[in-house]
């Protein structure tokens, strides 16, 4: 649902057209990646909600219509800023979000989750990097596997890149691969990871392996038309040791953007499966442009290309074996995703 941020009335309803309009050209102009969403047609779209933007007589009718035209696109960097700085942003339906749709719910499930691991002899999970009583990341370990749950890929929430966070997050990588020395196989578990900076998925990636792999190469564009120069992105060996093991990845349709940009780093190794939803496929970086009403239009405006020229700008990335996690695992009281990882998980070691 949209999130309203400005409930003034709108007293010259001519200003509607002229906004909605410029919502539209810009994407028509800057936007790069239609090609990529042939599901969308923008001009359709346009015209289909033109009447009620014209009719609309509060920012917040408005603002609700036109994120209606835009909504299609399932783009996660295309949105809507009010004066206030909040956002008129439709969240597309997930799967996921259907299912456990309350925080109670997804309590639920992760407290499942957590009991599936402890019955595969699996300690207790550690959890570091808090803000707001939310860690960053989680771990444990069995014997042979182990586990490490990733809810976001930034320190703090809404908070802008550091030294300072960067360092604290590299030292806890380091920590954790020391800790996980003697495992077989790595379970990285990103389910409903929504993203933050890349460049802490690279510190993560960096903790896994001992050479150099190009990751990525990204081109940025000024007008749909007009692009830069390819720039590579690469993960580079760093800290005290590397932990080089097979690698299971968990994912669903929730996990997007910096998160999906870690995936193609860990897709880059040697030995790596993914298990359950494809990811959202929302890659690019965004630009943002200020309406004449004061409000900003963020949109994409790069094409991320994986090292063998694949781009899944609204596909996602596929997965090797699809499985969903549906209610059984809440009536069950288990999760029936991570059980088939640690199942291929030892299977490995055979």
């Not at 999970?125 to 960053?136: A, C, G, R, T």
Request: charged share 25%.
């Amino acid at each position: 649902m949209p999130v309203s941020c400005i409930g003034q009335q709108i007293k010259n309803t001519d200003e509607n057209l002229k906004v909605y309009h410029e919502i539209y050209s810009v994407l028509k102009n800057h936007y790069p990646l239609f090609q990529y969403r042939g599901y969308y047609n923008l001009d359709s779209a346009y015209e289909k909600y033109k009447p009620e933007v014209i009719k609309s007589t509060t920012r917040d009718q408005l603002g609700l219509y036109c994120c209606h035209m835009i909504q299609g696109l399932e783009d996660f960097h295309v949105r809507i800023y009010g004066e206030s700085g909040k956002c008129y942003a439709l969240s597309t339906p997930l799967h996921w979000h259907q299912l456990f749709y309350n925080d109670s719910l997804q309590r639920v499930f992760w407290n499942n989750s957590d009991n599936t691991l402890y019955q595969s002899n699996f300690a207790q999970l550690k959890s570091v990097l808090y803000d707001d009583k939310l860690p960053m990341i989680r771990y444990s370990k069995s014997n042979e596997l182990g586990y490490l749950n990733i809810t976001r890929l930034e320190t703090k929430f809404d908070a802008t890149l550091s030294s300072k966070d960067s360092k604290l997050l590299a030292k806890t990588m380091d920590s954790i691969v020391s800790q996980f020395k003697t495992i077989k196989v790595l379970l990285i578990d990103l389910r409903s990871c929504m993203g933050g900076w890349t460049e802490y998925g690279e510190i993560m990636a960096s903790r896994l392996t001992k050479k150099r792999i190009q990751y990525a190469t990204t081109v940025y564009f000024k007008t749909a038309k007009d692009s830069s120069s390819a720039i590579q992105h690469f993960i580079n060996p760093e800290g005290p040791e590397q932990l080089e093991v097979p690698v299971i990845i968990l994912t669903n349709k929730v996990v997007r953007s910096a998160a999906e940009d870690f995936i193609l780093m860990l897709k880059q190794l040697p030995n790596v499966y993914i298990i359950g939803e494809p990811t959202w496929g929302a890659f690019s970086e965004s630009r943002v442009h200020k309406l004449s009403n004061g409000w900003r239009l963020q949109y994409s405006n790069e094409k991320v290309y994986s090292p063998h020229g694949e781009i899944y700008e609204g596909r996602g990335i596929p997965v090797d074996l699809r499985i969903d996690n549906t209610w059984e695992d809440i009536t069950n009281k288990s999760d029936k995703v991570l059980t088939e990882a640690i199942v291929k998980a030892l299977g490995f070691n055979k």
